[in-house]
C-alpha cells in the first residue's frame, strides 16, 4: 500500500489524541495483516469512497475503550449505551475525516461509522485489499488502528457484481 | 426514514437471493430498531456516502451464514477462513450496490464491505440516524438487513468534529 496513505492516519490519530483526550499516543511499527485480524471487543468501522475505496477500524479491548471513551467526553458511559457507541463511532469518525483531509488531489468520502461490541470479535476485509494494522500505544492502554484502502478502479479486477465505488 | 430508501433494499435483497442463491426470500415486518440490535455471529457492514450516508448490514447467525455461503460459492468454506469472509463480504456488496442502482437522482458511493465475525457481537449505528431492521426468513435460516441511512445535510445538526460526508 502506498505510504501516502498511511501517514495522515498516523498524523491524525497522534491530533485527535493530543487535543480531544489530552493523551500522548505511541504509534508502533505498522504491520501487513494477513489473514484474521486479532480478537477485539470494540471496534469502529468508517467505509472510504470515492478516488480512495475501503474501510477504517478503530479496535480496542473493552477496558481501554471504557478509559478512552471516559477521557473523550468527560464522563463515564456504561458500554452498553448508545451513548457510548456514538461515542467510539465519533472518536474513528474524527480520525478518518482528519486523514481525509490530508489526501491531496482525491476525492474521498467517508460513511457514518458503525460500532461493533462483542467480546473476541474478529473484523476482515476484503482479501484484495491489502490492510495495514497499526499498533498503538497510550497510557491507559493499547489499541490498533487498520486501514485497507486502494486506489478506486473502474472496476479493472472486481469480482462479477462487484460496485465498490 | 423515507420509505424510498427502503424498497430498494427489500427488491435487491430478493433479486440476489433468487439469483445468485436460487433461494426465495421472505421479507418480514421491518421495525425502527432502538437501542443495541439484537446478537448476530456474522455481519458484513457497507458504508454509504454522497447525497445518503449511513451503513448497511447483513447480519446472520453462523450456520446460517454457513448454509447461505455454500449456496452462494458453490461450495463450502470454514467460516473462519478468508474466502468464507470474502462471501459474505461480496453478498452485502451486491445487495447495497443493487440497491443504490434504484437511488433515482441521488449521487450515491459505497465503501468496500467489513465482514465481523465473533459469537454474539452487536452492531451500533449512530444514534441520530433511524435504523431499520428488515428480518429475512430463508429455507436455510433467518437474516436480518439493518439499514441506517439519511440524507446528506452540510454538516447541519452535525456534532462538532462530525465530517460524515
New interface residues.
Partial sequence: MDPQYITPFIRSIQNVFST?LRMPVTINQPTIKK??SA?YDV?G??????DV???V?LSFPKETAQKLITAFCGMEFPS?S??F??AV??LV??I???A??MFVDKNV?????????????????????PCVSIPCSTSQGDLAIEI?IREAVANAGA?P?????
Same sequence: chains 1, 2.
Fill in positions: 480531544m489473514g484474521a480478537a471496534s468501522i468508517i467505509g472510504m469512497s470515492g475505496v475501503g474501510s477500524v452498553d448508545p451513548d457507541a456514538d463511532g465519533e469518525n474524527m478518518s475525516g482528519s481525509k483531509g468520502s467517508i460513511s457514518c461509522p458503525s460500532v461493533v461490541i462483542g467480546p473476541g470479535h474478529h473484523i476482515n476485509t476484503r482479501s484484495d485489499t485497507a469480482k457484481g462487484t460496485q465498490a465505488a
